[in-house]
Every structure is written in structure tokens, then in C-alpha cells.
């Protein structure tokens, strides 16, 4: 194991979870200095499949970010996770379709729009286990043509390449 962890007081981030993203981090910015990601107080991952669309459907674009409180350790807290989807259906557009908002507690599932507490919430808990095994399994079989990765809002790394 890398000494990248992520942590959640809420949600049960597997160590697969951690390895996958160190893996995509690892792969992403190979032109980044060590000093760039040793100072990063977030990080954000986007995930796309350049195929999807609202008619042909495809894998759900997906939004990970992290926080550091500290850069003296290399623990890192999910702040959330957020997919997308085309809702609607005359005209669909792409919107928050599954969010596992750690800062706030909450989670949503569209198409209830309703806010649930994560904490003690069994069928969250449940839904979020469903959601990482199914995307690590995406991930896996490089179902996301576009990995893009932010660092403090300010570096941008796009399937390798430096986009700044």
C-alpha cells in the first residue's frame, strides 16, 4: 500500500479506492513535482466517457474530491463524491444524479430529490458499496476516456498532460 489514504468518518472507502485513484494520480500528472502534490490542500478527480450521451446512455461521468486538513500527513478526507446523468426527456440535460456529500452529511438520489442523512443510514451505506464496486469495475476496464485531475483549483492534468 502507497502512504495515500482516503479517510471518511461516514462512508466506508475501501483500500481499493485509495490504490485506484493513487493509481490514477500516479499515471495523471507524471510531469508534476513531487512538491505540487506534497503542498495540495484538494484534490478533485473527473472521470468521463467521451461516448456518452443522452441517447446512446454509457457510464455516468463522476466527480471525487479530496481534502487534506494538514500537509503533514498524506491522509486524505473525502469532501464527496458526485455522478451525473442525463435527465429529462424531451430535453435531457446532464445533472447531479448521486452525490455523497461528506461535509454536509447528506446524500441524494435523483430522481427523489431528497436528501438523506449518511450517518446510520443503512440503505446509503449500501447504495455507496454498490457505487464503488461498480465503479472500480468501470475504472478497471477503462471504461473513462478522459481522467482529469485539479489540485487546489489550480492544476489541471488531463490523461497525462499538463493543461494549465
Known amino acids: ?12 472507502v475501501s483500500c481499493e479506492l485509495s490504490q485506484a485513484l493513487y493509481g490514477v494520480l500516479r499515471d495523471e500528472s507524471m510531469n508534476l513535482s513531487g512538491d505540487a502534490l506534497a503542498q495540495a490542500r484538494t484534490l478533485t478527480f473527473n472521470f468521463r466517457d ?11 461521468p463522476v466527480e471525487i474530491r479530496l481534502k487534506r486538513a494538514s500537509i503533514k500527513f498524506s491522509s486524505w478526507q473525502l469532501a464527496y463524491i ?7 426527456n424531451v430535453y435531457p440535460e446532464l445533472e447531479r ?10 446524500c441524494l438520489v435523483h430522481p ?15 447504495m455507496y458499496q454498490l457505487w464503488e464496486s461498480n465503479f472500480l469495475a468501470y475504472l478497471n476496464s477503462d471504461s473513462y476516456s478522459i481522467h482529469q485531475i485539479t489540485l487546489d483549483d489550480t492544476h489541471y492534468f488531463t490523461n497525462g498532460e499538463n493543461t494549465l
Open 82 to 88: 458526485t455522478t451525473f446523468a442525463y435527465i429529462g
Open 50 to 60: 467521451e461516448s456518452y450521451t443522452a441517447e446512446s446512455g454509457g457510464f455516468h
Open 112 to 126: 427523489y430529490i431528497q436528501w438523506e442523512p449518511i450517518k446510520d443510514n443503512q440503505d446509503v451505506l449500501s
Open 1 to 12: 500500500m502507497t502512504g495515500f489514504v482516503i479517510e471518511s468518518h461516514l462512508l466506508p
Open 97 to 106: 444524479n448521486l452525490d455523497f456529500d461528506c461535509q454536509s452529511g447528506r
